[in-house]
């Protein structure tokens, strides 16, 4: 024969087809919008390095994850700037605090939504680093019972899943045990797993205003160089209880994702992160690429490594994007 019999090319000829054996797809269920609430009324503060995000009051952040809704993106991470900030990140614990009164709120006024809350006391610490130092180091065992207070709070708010994100040793058990202990064993642990000490953190330093006023967290948070590493991490939170496993930042970690899934075949959940996100809204301002093409691109690389949920700044845009724009 002059010519091969299989032509790869003969499905690839219209859109009709193409969509029509598409492995993978974008859909807004699957992705989670970071949200920054902050205490005030009427509060709407723009982040400068994360172009179309802000700083919000709880009663603006309502009306945000209302709209979203609208969007069909049915679920929200919660991250809280606090009043006031201490070495041991007290605030964090405080069932009065922005971040359960946003939990609140939200379930009151849009209760058809999934509410996640990052458990971490980064932005509660006026060292801003993610447990309670002894001297110039983390005391790990006490940052525990500090995580396990805050899970509490947020669970009692009504939150329905808890996301520990500090990388602490142990702290996946603690929280289980806190929960069950206290009546909430049906709440959702998404552990971040495979947390790494990445150069993307950036942006949301400065929204969340947590940047390490003394060293850095490559003692707790993973050597970007290490991936069997993830895979240990990632087992031991399962054994602890962990519902789901994150792997952060996502991007360059896509490797890490297609392990994980690979190997344990459980729900994984990818954090597209600040740095990610900003790099594409800037070189997109600056016309140097189709910011909606790249966006879904990467996304889509995200899922198609193995993420089942996707945590992106992105999520409004791409939710409008994929429902025609309206």
């Not at 091969?4 to 054996?21: A, D, F, W």
Request: net charge negative; hydrophobic share 40%.
């Amino acid at each position: 024969m002059g010519y091969p019999i299989v032509r790869m090319r003969r499905l690839r000829q219209n859109e009709l087809l193409r969509g029509l054996i598409r492995e993978h797809q974008i859909r807004p269920e699957k992705l989670v919008q970071p949200l920054f609430v902050c205490p005030g009324e009427g509060v709407e503060k723009p982040i400068a390095s994360m172009p179309g995000c802000s700083q919000m009051s709880v009663d603006r952040l309502v009306e945000d994850v209302r709209s979203l809704r609208d969007h069909d993106v049915r679920s929200v991470i919660l991250f809280g700037l606090p009043e006031k900030k201490d070495a041991v990140g007290t605030s964090a614990a405080d069932e009065q605090g922005v971040v359960p009164r946003a939990v609140r709120a939200i379930k009151q006024s849009v209760p058809d939504i999934l509410v996640w809350c990052d458990v971490c006391l980064c932005e509660y610490t006026d060292h801003g680093h993610c447990g309670v130092l002894a001297g110039d180091r983390i005391d790990n065992d006490a940052t525990l019972q500090r995580l396990r207070a805050m899970a509490l709070a947020c669970a009692r708010a009504g939150a329905d899943v808890i996301a520990p994100s500090d990388m602490m040793d142990g702290r996946i058990g603690a929280i289980r045990r806190g929960l069950d202990g206290a009546g909430f064993e049906n709440k959702i642990i998404v552990s971040y797993a495979a947390k790494y000490a990445s150069s993307f953190y950036g942006p949301f330093r400065d929204a969340a205003d947590c940047a390490p006023q003394v060293g850095d967290r490559r003692s707790y948070q993973m050597d970007p160089a290490n991936s069997d590493e993830a895979l240990r991490e990632v087992a031991l939170d399962l054994e602890e209880g962990a519902d789901m496993v994150m792997v952060k930042p996502a991007l360059s970690y896509l490797d890490i994702i297609y392990r994980v899934k690979e190997q344990f075949r459980v729900p994984v959940a990818a954090y597209n992160v600040s740095g990610e996100f900003a790099m594409v809204r800037a070189a997109g301002q600056l016309g140097w690429l189709d910011a909606e093409g790249a966006t879904l691109e990467i996304l889509l690389s995200i899922h198609r490594a193995g993420a089942d949920v996707i945590l992106t700044y992105h999520a409004r845009e791409v939710a409008r994007w994929l429902n025609g724009g309206r």
